[in-house]
């Protein structure tokens, strides 16, 4: 009986350990399946975030472009020109490329009344990164670029998707030296002109002012004249007006000369007949007596 006993025991025993080893292996290779599986499943996940990433036109990449510095032009080239303008990705790195265009007008604002006469294409600029943008002109008159911004940086921004550069003028170096060289020549006409004419002003002045100046000393010398026959005639009337004033005078001192002489006589006359009579009287007094 204890024999027994111990066997089945024994056989019990082995039934557990290979219970247990089969459920232990039953769990590594399930544990080892599903470890397989979720790594699987996790990197199939994260390609589909990346690509969904990576696709233009969903999203705003945060790129913005605008044009630095000034338009620049190689006037020496002449006929062709080549203008040329830099353009700047102020923004985050771009996540695909996008356009440009140019515009000319021979006079006046090409943003605005010009035609679009070239267009390209911007290569992804990095964050900071800068590209020329260059065009071969060959009419002489001015010229505009435009860039377009990443599809949605208007919604996100609130700005227009458009940018653009300023004006530039191309003109042949040849020619501006040779309207340069006319301009200067026809100043200098006009200088010379306005010198010769300046000359002449001088000179009719100078004579007008020699005509002017001779003109009073002879309006002065009649006046003077007729001033000193005026004075000569004053003094002669006056020097006649003393003579007649003179002559009267003196007729008058002879008149008054004569008329004491004529007195005179007659006072002695008289004095003589008083004396006379007085004597007379005197003798008679003393002869009564």
């Known amino acids: 009986?204890?024999?027994?006993?111990?066997?089945?025991?024994?056989?019990?025993?082995?039934?557990?350990v290979m219970v247990w080893k089969v459920l232990a292996i039953c769990y590594i290779s399930v544990f080892t399946l599903g470890y397989l599986a979720s790594g699987t499943g996790a990197y199939f996940v994260s390609s589909q975030e990346n690509e969904q990433v990576i696709q233009a036109g969903t999203w705003w990449d945060g790129s913005e472009l605008?044009?630095?510095?000034?338009?620049?032009?190689?006037?020496?080239?002449?006929?062709?020109?080549?203008?040329?303008?830099?353009l700047k990705n102020k923004g985050f790195s771009m996540t695909g490329t996008t356009t440009y265009e140019v515009f000319f007008s021979e006079t006046g604002n090409p943003q605005k009344t010009g035609k679009k006469v070239a267009s390209g294409e911007i290569k992804t600029l990095e964050k900071g990164e800068k590209v020329s943008l260059t065009y071969t002109a060959e009419k002489e008159g001015f010229y505009v670029f435009k860039a377009l911004q990443?599809?949605?940086?208007?919604?996100?921004?609130?700005?227009?998707?458009?940018?653009?550069?300023?004006?530039?003028?191309?003109?042949?170096?040849?020619k501006k030296v040779k309207e340069e060289s006319d301009k200067e020549v026809e100043q200098k006409k006009d200088e010379d002109i306005s010198t010769e004419d300046n000359k002449k002003e001088e000179s009719n002045n100078t004579t007008d002012d020699r005509q002017e100046k001779t003109k009073p000393e002879t309006e002065k010398a009649p006046?003077?004249?007729e001033k000193d026959t005026s004075s000569t005639e004053e003094n002669i009337q006056e020097t006649d007006a003393s003579e007649a004033e003179s002559e009267e005078q003196e007729v008058k001192e002879e008149k008054q000369t004569e008329k004491q002489t004529e007195k005179q006589p007659e006072k002695k006359q008289q004095e003589q007949s008083d004396g006379t009579d007085k004597q007379s009287t005197g003798t008679k007094e003393e002869e009564g007596e």
């Open 66 to 86: 605008a044009f630095v510095g000034k338009p620049t032009v190689d006037e020496k080239a002449c006929p062709a020109m080549n203008v040329s303008v830099e």
């Open 1 to 16: 009986m204890l024999r027994m006993s111990r066997m089945r025991k024994f056989k019990r025993y082995k039934q557990f």
């Open 223 to 225: 006046v003077e004249e």
């Open 150 to 174: 990443h599809p949605l940086y208007g919604e996100e921004t609130e700005k227009p998707l458009e940018v653009w550069s300023k004006k530039v003028n191309a003109k042949c170096k040849e």
